[in-house]
């Protein structure tokens, strides 16, 4: 099974900072890689997908790229809704497998 | 606008059994694959189960074989996951989760609608 894993375990940036997230296969996914957001009490939230597509009305300020076994999420100018869980998850190989996420929190 | 709404979860023995269901609208269930992905107490996701749109193709993680299965009615719009021989590890909220599809409904094993989740509790 591919092992995701996902750095800084928090981040605490001021509103308007930019947030970067990072996460690492263990190995290869190609491009096969996404990325989630979950705030509590809401449904999760698919941001990126095929490594660098936004989703359906998902502002522009987030932005993905990477691939092979490097990724990152990038929040360009830090909203106060952004404060959530980020995941990322591969589909490359099954099963699919998800990181351990990334706790995003305004300082 | 698509909605996806789980119920079925609750509380249940070590080795009992509990079916979720999962009401969905607002796109052509048919024509997309599904998805069960769960999320333990203090932990991250995992996806459990996928159903191609047409029932046809299933897949589990290893951890559940045996003892899950996942279906669909696509007259009914309806997506379930039944759970047997349940376990202490299987406790979590699980969601319901929709592909995001791709060419002639290919499962892109991405998943862009999600429902709110139904709670899951294993324990005597």
């Known amino acids: 099974e591919i092992v995701l894993t996902q750095s800084p375990a928090t981040l605490s940036l001021s509103l308007g900072e930019r947030a970067t997230l990072s996460c690492r296969a263990s190995q290869t996914v190609g491009s096969y890689f996404a990325w989630y957001q979950l705030r509590p009490g809401q449904a999760p939230r698919l941001l990126i997908y095929d490594a660098s597509q936004r989703a359906t009305g998902i502002p522009p300020r987030f932005s993905g790229s990477g691939s092979g076994t490097d990724f990152t999420l990038t929040i360009s100018r830090l909203a106060l809704e952004d404060c959530a869980v980020y995941y990322c998850q591969q589909r490359s190989t099954w099963p699919l497998t998800f990181g351990g996420g990334t706790k995003v929190e305004i300082k | 606008e698509v909605q996806l709404l789980e119920s079925g979860g609750g509380l249940v023995q070590p080795g009992g059994s509990l079916r979720l269901s999962c009401a969905a609208s607002?796109?052509?269930?048919?024509?997309?694959?599904m998805s069960w992905v769960r999320q333990a107490p203090g932990k991250g996701l995992e996806c459990v189960s996928v159903i191609s749109g047409s029932g046809g193709r299933t897949y589990y993680v290893d951890s559940v074989k045996g003892r899950f299965t996942i279906s669909r009615d696509n007259s009914k719009n309806t997506l379930f996951l039944q759970m047997n021989s349940l376990r202490g590890e299987d406790s979590a909220v699980y969601y319901c989760?929709?592909?995001?599809?791709?060419?002639?409904?290919?499962?892109?094993?991405?998943?862009?609608?999600w429902g709110q989740g139904t709670p899951v509790t294993v324990s005597s």
């Open positions: 607002g796109f052509t269930f048919s024509d997309y694959g």
């Open positions: 989760a929709k592909d995001l599809g791709g060419r002639s409904g290919a499962l892109s094993y991405f998943f862009d609608y």
